[in-house]
């Protein structure tokens, strides 16, 4: 378990392994949210946790293709499968292991790039603690959409089109709390339900991930 | 104890390919599996090790006792020749990279990354894997693809040591290795269609 996690990480920080590819994907896009909406600082403000947060999610979802299906070309997916570890470890190990390359540089990103789209000072914290708490989901939701497109020729804008549904609640909650932090408002229920669907998704969905991987490797 | 394999059917994506299969593999042994390309080689083994459901009849022995190679090796080509062996170690809980070194002589390569390695020095690097899963039972598919001739005699003295251990093999391979094993032709053993009538056809 702790050798899957090592070797995930060891993977990724190597070369062509895609560490920073989704961090930089959120820089661009989010630098480029005030040349489309204009410069106006009051506006920018306003839709800044939106923008922030869903520039998170679209990073999350750019390095998802990669989880598996690397492990599925080269064999070692069915290698692991025979291998004395559960497969639902195995999808687990390898969303935290995504979450540590994609989601954490996320959260730890985002406050800066609050800066470029003028957030509110108060809402700097919100936004890191609803991304902390709201990332994992993230990585959970799509080593399950990863695990029901492995093995599909040009399976990533298919996982894309299956995932992006699945991120709306943590989408809705995340933003939230983002939101209502910048404007100093009660914020202890969307985190509450955020966090409600971060430990359940935790909790579920690596049994779905490893059914439908059992389903693929057949 | 042995593997069995009682009147086994298998199915590539839902369609029964082979039926009928029985064999008994027991500790010490080798059974080699013959058969023309397409006749469901590959997927009699891919059920064997598990990775799919038998179609019909069963596999006794099989648990967590089958160390399992195909055809792609499951290198990762940024890793060390030693870090590949190590982490399959680690996963199979046992220790120790340097006998599965020295048995197919990849001592000088250990620090090499595995994406410069030739097809043959994968292959045995593949084959390596085997030695540090620690398990009794291999079930290996073309192990000998893109080897030369040396290297094929090198593996041929692993798996005999294996058996020596009171290990089994069955592998699926063309070529003659030389080994004391028994010699299962599944050629006889394709399935038949399914009879206008069956089960399916009622069901639909």
Redesign the interface.
């Known amino acids: 378990m ?3 996690l090592s ?1 995930d990480l ?2 990724s920080f ?4 895609g560490f920073g590819l989704a961090l930089a994907f959120f820089l661009i896009v989010t630098v480029m949210v005030p040349f489309s909406v204009g410069p106006q600082s009051s506006l920018l403000a306003t839709i800044a946790p939106g923008v922030l947060w869903l520039g998170a999610l679209l990073a999350c979802l750019l390095s998802l293709d990669r989880l598996l299906a690397l ?1 599925w ?4 997916l ?8 559960p497969l639902e470890m195995v999808v687990s190990v390898k969303a935290f292991a995504h979450w540590i390359t994609t989601g954490l540089p996320l959260v730890f990103a985002a406050p800066l790039l609050g800066v470029l789209l003028n957030l509110p000072a108060p809402g700097y914290q919100w936004l890191v603690i609803s991304l902390l708490v709201g990332t994992p989901a993230l990585s959970v939701i799509g080593t399950f959409g990863a695990a029901l497109t492995v093995g599909l020729k040009r399976g990533g804008l298919l996982m894309s089109l299956l995932v992006l549904p699945l991120y709306v609640p943590t989408l809705i909650f995340g933003a939230e709390v983002a939101r209502r932090g910048a404007l100093e408002m009660e914020l202890a229920t969307p985190l509450v339900m955020l966090g409600g669907i971060t430990a359940a998704c935790i909790a579920l969905m690596p049994f779905a991930s490893a059914a439908v991987l059992r389903i693929n ?2 | 104890m042995d593997l069995m394999a009682l009147d086994l059917s298998v199915a590539r994506t839902g369609v029964p390919v082979l039926q009928g299969v029985n064999f008994t593999l027991a500790p010490g042994f080798a059974l080699v599996l013959r058969g023309p390309n397409g006749i469901g080689k590959t997927t009699l083994l891919r059920t064997v090790a598990g990775l799919q459901p038998p179609y019909a009849g069963r596999i006794e022995g099989a648990e967590d006792r089958i160390a399992y190679a195909a055809h792609a090796d499951g290198i990762k080509p940024t890793l060390s020749v030693a870090e590949n062996l190590g982490f399959w170690a680690q996963v199979f809980g046992t220790s120790g990279i340097t006998p599965a070194l020295d048995a197919y002589g990849l001592h000088d390569l250990a620090d090499r990354a595995a994406g410069t390695l030739s097809a043959g020095q994968k292959r045995r690097l593949g084959l390596a894997r085997l030695l540090v899963t620690g398990r009794p039972v291999w079930v290996l598919d073309e192990p000998t693809v893109s080897l030369d001739v040396a290297s094929v005699a090198m593996f041929a003295d692993v798996v005999r040591a294996h058996l020596g251990q009171g290990g089994s093999a069955l592998i699926a391979t063309h070529i003659d290795l030389g080994l004391d094993a028994t010699i299962l032709d599944v050629g006889d053993l394709r399935a038949r269609p399914p009879a206008p009538g069956g089960p399916e056809e009622d069901f639909l």
């Open positions: 702790i050798a899957l070797r060891i993977l190597r070369a062509g392994g492990d070309e080269d064999g070692s069915d290698l692991l499968a025979t291998a004395p570890l490797l057949r």
